[in-house]
């Protein structure tokens, strides 16, 4: 679908208004019109948006709307990650964990997840939520950590938080998240979790 510019687009590109362009794509997105999505994209990237080149990384990631490039996918994520965006951080640290459209590599993955997660602590707590997949992948961490020392509270709470983060997409129309939203329930469900669904429940009587 070709965008035309009247109305609110017009208006917005005589504001050189990128944060419109961009929101405008994303509701796209949710809708699942992937082409006009990317189209807004563009032109907000082209207008200096930061978040429309990471959410360009993503369209070309996985495919939506265009035919899939993982080369192109980590130019978009690598120009945003330059800006401390924390979804581009994020992706990077996913594609050279698993090697895709990069040589896979375990200490720079870790690099660019851990200053995804940094770049979280700059944010208010509701904010958070929208970064599920950045607080599932540190509660994942956290866990291995718990599993050799025996202390699971940081895991639990991040694990809990993603959860958090992953329903509240889900709500808004970001029905893709409802498989991770699976995962992360279950990793829930493990014992060693236990004690700690059971002090939720106490506080949650008590208030």
């Not at 889900?170 to 990793?187: P, T």
Request: net charge negative; charged share 30%; proline share 1%.
């Amino acid at each position: 679908m070709k965008i035309e510019f009247e109305n609110e687009n017009k208006v917005a590109l005589e504001d050189f208004n990128s944060d419109y362009f961009n929101s405008r794509g994303a509701e796209l997105y949710r809708d699942e019109e992937y082409e006009t999505a990317i189209e807004y994209y563009r032109i907000a990237a082209a207008m200096g948006n930061v978040q429309s080149l990471a959410n360009l990384g993503y369209c070309y990631y996985y495919g939506r709307g265009c035919k899939r490039d993982l080369k192109l996918a980590y130019a978009y994520f690598k120009m945003a990650a330059r800006f401390k965006n924390t979804d581009a951080l994020y992706k990077l640290s996913t594609m050279y964990e698993h090697g895709k459209g990069v040589k896979k590599n375990d200490e720079i993955a870790e690099y660019y997840l851990m200053t995804a997660f940094q770049s979280l602590n700059e944010l208010p707590d509701t904010a958070k939520l929208e970064y599920p997949s950045v607080l599932f992948a540190m509660g994942k961490k956290f866990l291995a950590i718990g599993e050799e020392e025996g202390d699971f509270e940081v895991a639990y709470t991040l694990l809990r938080s993603a959860q958090e983060g992953y329903e509240f997409q889900i709500s808004q129309g970001c029905h893709y998240y409802e498989k991770m939203l699976e995962e992360v329930e279950e990793i829930l469900k493990r014992d060693c979790f236990d004690s700690y669904w059971d002090e939720d429940e106490d506080e949650s009587f008590l208030n």
